[in-house]
């Protein structure tokens, strides 16, 4: 099976993924994300709540199938729905 690894966008919520070939890449532009996230807040923005850690996620991806693409051809499905088997959260960046 193949994976790719993915990070939290908005930190605390799943619906929206960063995804990367490698963990170290992950990790990397979660915590480069991160900063920004902080330093947009120290720049004035006073109505955004304080960032939860981002957590990172290890994607056990489906092969991919006809029958699989079918449902996102037709906009039935999106992709990353379709693709993904499994998400397992790996850790998460503070």
């Known amino acids: 099976m193949s994976y790719l690894f993915a990070f939290q966008i908005v930190p605390g919520s799943d619906d929206l993924l960063g995804y990367?070939?490698?963990l170290e890449e992950a990790v990397t532009k979660a915590a480069a994300h991160r900063k920004?996230?902080?330093r947009n807040q120290a720049?004035?923005?006073e109505?955004?709540?304080l960032h939860p850690p981002?957590?990172?996620y290890q994607l056990d991806?489906?092969?991919i199938t006809l029958e699989l693409l079918l449902p996102v051809?037709?906009?039935q499905q999106d992709l990353p729905q379709?693709?993904?088997a499994q998400m397992t959260q790996i850790g998460a960046i503070e």
């Open 36 to 38: 920004q996230l902080i």
């Open 47 to 49: 109505d955004s709540p």
């Open 82 to 84: 379709a693709l993904i």
């Open 61 to 63: 991806l489906q092969p």
């Open 54 to 56: 981002i957590a990172l």
């Open 20 to 22: 990367c070939i490698t």
């Open 43 to 45: 720049l004035g923005d």
């Open 73 to 75: 051809f037709n906009k």
